[in-house]
T-cell receptor, first 114, second 115 residues
Framework: DQQVKQNSPSLSVQEGRISILNCDYTNSMFDYFLWYKKYPAEGPTFLISISSIKDKNEDGRFTVFLNKSAKHLSLHIVPSQPGDSAVYFC?????????????FGKGTKLTVNP | SQTIHQWPATLVQPVGSPLSLECTVEGTSNPNLYWYRQAAGRGLQLLFY??????ISSEVPQNLSASRPQDRQFILSSKKLLLSDSGFYLC??????????????FGDGTRLSIL
């Protein structure tokens, strides 16, 4: 059973426009959500996170929105740049005992065209 | 600043051979440590996590094991590799601060191919 789902395997956007990456989850116990960016042959790099007590968190060009009732979160990148082209992973965790185990989606490959 | 090192970057091993992948973290103490695997076409799957020396929790049954002989060293091992062990193995660390949420930070991974 896949608890974190990224239903779009790929997304193509024009440079300067908005990129919207979506993620759905099924476990209502998740209380911490993260987005990671991954280039080929490298490990994932942490981008931005949000706690379940918030519905929005912004960091520069990146904004994450959380809709708890819909069990949905999204990552907005504005404006998109060619260097943003990568695979983006959504992840979620249940905070307990300090281990913060992450459950990942399968990723969405973003291509930003010049 | 904190850094995480993982080696080797790539590894080709025959079926039935042993495995040892090593991960070390610098610039922090008493971190949480994690081993993940990404099989082809799948997301990252947590294999092991550790909240301290010799404290290892296993998430999925398999023929892999993990050890943490030192505070900032995490080792992934197998006595006899299977074809299904092929994949991309990632080590990660996070700050351990009670109940507060902390992101995990990943190494660059090891691409393991079993022949």
């Amino acid at each position: 059973d896949q608890q974190v789902k990224q239903n779009s395997p790929s997304l193509s956007v024009q440079e300067g426009r908005i990129s919207i990456l979506n993620c759905d989850y099924t476990n209502s116990m998740f209380d911490y959500f993260l987005w990671y960016k991954k280039y080929p042959a490298e490990g994932p790099t942490f981008l931005i996170s949000i706690s379940s007590i918030k519905d929005k968190n912004e960091d520069g060009r990146f904004t994450v929105f959380l809709n708890k009732s819909a069990k949905h979160l999204s990552l907005h990148i504005v404006p998109s740049q060619p260097g943003d082209s990568a695979v983006y992973f959504c992840a979620a965790s249940i905070s307990r005992g300090g281990s913060e185990k992450l459950v990942f989606g399968k990723g969405t490959k973003l291509t930003v065209n010049p | 600043s904190q850094t995480i090192h993982q080696w080797p970057a790539t590894l080709v091993q025959p079926v039935g051979s042993p495995l040892s992948l090593e991960c070390t973290v610098e610039g922090t103490s008493n971190p949480n440590l994690y081993w993940y695997r990404q099989a082809a076409g799948r997301g990252l799957q947590l294999l092991f996590y550790s909240i301290g020396i010799d404290q290892i929790s296993s998430e999925v049954p398999q023929n892999l094991s993990a050890s943490r002989p030192q505070d900032r060293q995490f080792i992934l091992s197998s006595k006899k590799l299977l074809l299904s062990d092929s994949g991309f193995y990632l080590c990660a660390w996070s700050v351990r601060r009670g109940k507060s949420n902390q992101p995990q930070h990943f190494g660059d991974g090891t691409r393991l191919s079993i022949l």
